[in-house]
C-alpha cells in the first residue's frame, strides 16, 4: 500500500499537507467565510499519482490540481486500519507477535483512526445499533489472522515500517512514497514488501501491482545505490503472496517510463488539457459531477494556461484571477510512448473502484 505523497482532499491515509508543493492548497482571503483556492503545479510523482494519470487524466488533475474532496470508502479505510495493526504488532517483543495480540489491537487502532481522520466516522453514521460496524471490523479481525498464514511475524525483525521514501533523478523529477516494510537479511539482501487487504490481480493484471513495486525499488536504488534483491506484495484478501526479484534493467525501463510520463503531465499541467478516459472503474469515481463524460463541467481550471504560441493562455493564476478555462476532451501529445489517455507498456493499478480496495486512500497502491 502507498499513500499518495502529493495529497487528496478529504481521503483516508493521504498524507495531505505533507504534500508541500506538489499540490493546490486553500488560503482565507480577506473577505470572511469565503476561501479561495491557490493551485501550485506538480513537482513531484508518487506510484498512486502516476496510476492516476494512467488511469485518467483528469482524475489526476481533479485530485492533484484541484484537489477536490472525495467521501471515505469502507474498503479503504479497512486498508487503512489493517495497515496500522500490522505496523504497531512489531512493537511487541517477537515472542508476543500472535494474532490473539494482532486482532486485539483493532479496537485501539479504530479509535486512532476516528480520532486523526474524523471524516470516517460517517462511514457508519446510518448504523445506530452498530450491527454493519460490527461486520467491518469482523472482516478486518479475518485480513489480520489470514497474514499469519502467510508470514510468520516472530522471525521477522523489520528495518523500517512506514518508510518514507524521496529522490530527485538527474532529470530533476522527485519520486516518493510510502513503503510498508523493509527487511534487510544478514547478507545486507534488502526485500520490499507490501500489503494488500484486497485480492490478487489476475495474470494480465499483475503487472500493474508489480508497477508501484518497481517504482519503490527505483527510489531506493536511486538513494541507496542497492537494487532490492526481492519485491514482496501480500495479498490478505486472497492469501497470496507475490513475489518478483528485479534488474538493473527493470528499474531503468521503469525510470525511463516516468520520465515520459511526467512529461505528459508537465505538458498537460501547461495546457490545461485533461483528457478524460472513460473505464469501467468511472463507476467508483467520486467526481463524476464535475466530468464531462457525465454530462458535468470541470471548475475553472486553477493554473496559468499557456498557448500553442508560449503565450499565457486561459485559466485561472496562481494569484487566484479567474478567467475563462477548463479540461479539454483532447490530451497531450504522446511521449515515449506513453499518452495522457493510453499510456503503453505499464497497467496502472486502479485508484478507484474494486482494485483499489485494498488502499488505504482509494488511491494508495
Request: charged letters at 25%; one cysteine or more.
Amino acid at each position: 500500500m502507498e499513500t499518495s505523497a502529493e495529497g487528496v482532499a478529504g481521503t483516508v491515509g493521504d498524507e495531505g499537507a505533507a504534500a508541500g508543493p506538489t499540490a493546490a492548497v486553500t488560503v482565507e482571503t480577506g473577505t470572511v467565510g469565503v476561501v479561495e483556492r491557490v493551485a501550485i503545479a506538480p513537482a513531484s510523482l508518487s506510484p498512486s499519482r502516476a496510476s492516476d494519470f494512467m488511469q485518467c487524466p483528469l482524475l489526476y488533475r481533479f485530485r492533484v490540481i484541484d484537489r477536490l474532496p472525495e467521501k471515505p470508502s469502507e474498503a479503504a479505510t479497512r486498508g487503512t486500519l489493517v495497515h496500522s495493526v500490522l505496523e504497531r504488532l512489531f512493537d511487541a517483543p517477537a515472542a508476543e507477535r500472535t494474532a490473539p495480540r494482532a486482532k486485539s489491537l483493532i479496537p485501539g487502532q479504530w479509535d486512532r483512526l476516528r480520532e486523526s481522520r474524523p471524516e470516517v466516522v460517517e462511514l457508519f453514521a446510518d448504523d445506530p445499533e452498530g450491527e454493519r460496524l460490527a461486520r467491518w471490523l469482523g472482516e478486518a479481525e479475518r485480513l489480520v489472522e489470514r497474514w499469519f498464514s502467510l508470514e510468520d511475524p516472530t522471525r521477522l525483525e523489520p528495518a523500517e515500517r512506514e518508510m518514507f521514501v524521496e529522490a530527485e533523478l538527474d532529470s530533476g523529477l522527485k519520486l516518493r512514497g510510502i513503503i510498508d516494510r523493509v527487511d534487510v537479511a544478514p547478507t545486507g539482501d534488502v526485500r520490499i514488501v507490501d500489503y494488500k487487504t484486497g485480492k490478487a490481480p489476475r495474470p494480465e493484471y499483475a503487472e500493474g501491482a508489480l508497477f508501484q513495486m518497481k517504482f519503490y525499488a527505483l527510489v531506493v536504488w536511486r538513494l541507496k545505490q542497492v537494487v532490492p534483491r526481492r519485491l514482496q506484495l501480500v495479498y490478505l484478501g486472497s492469501g497470496d503472496v507475490v513475489t518478483y526479484d528485479p534488474v538493473i534493467a527493470d528499474l531503468e525501463r521503469v525510470e525511463r517510463k516516468l520520465l515520459a510520463l511526467w512529461e505528459a503531465i508537465r505538458l498537460a499541467t501547461e495546457t490545461g488539457e485533461w483528457r478524460p478516459r472513460p473505464t469501467k472503474l468511472c463507476g467508483w469515481c467520486d467526481h463524476q459531477s464535475v466530468c464531462p463524460e457525465f454530462g458535468g463541467t470541470p471548475p475553472p481550471y486553477p493554473l496559468p494556461v499557456r498557448r500553442a504560441d508560449g503565450g499565457a493562455g486561459a485559466g485561472v493564476s496562481a494569484e487566484g484571477v479567474e478567467v475563462v478555462g477548463g479540461a479539454s476532451a483532447a490530451g497531450p501529445e504522446v511521449v515515449d510512448g506513453v499518452s495522457a489517455g493510453e499510456p503503453k507498456g505499464v497497467v496502472g493499478v486502479p485508484a478507484s473502484g474494486p482494485g483499489a480496495a485494498e488502499d488505504r486512500s482509494g488511491a494508495r497502491s
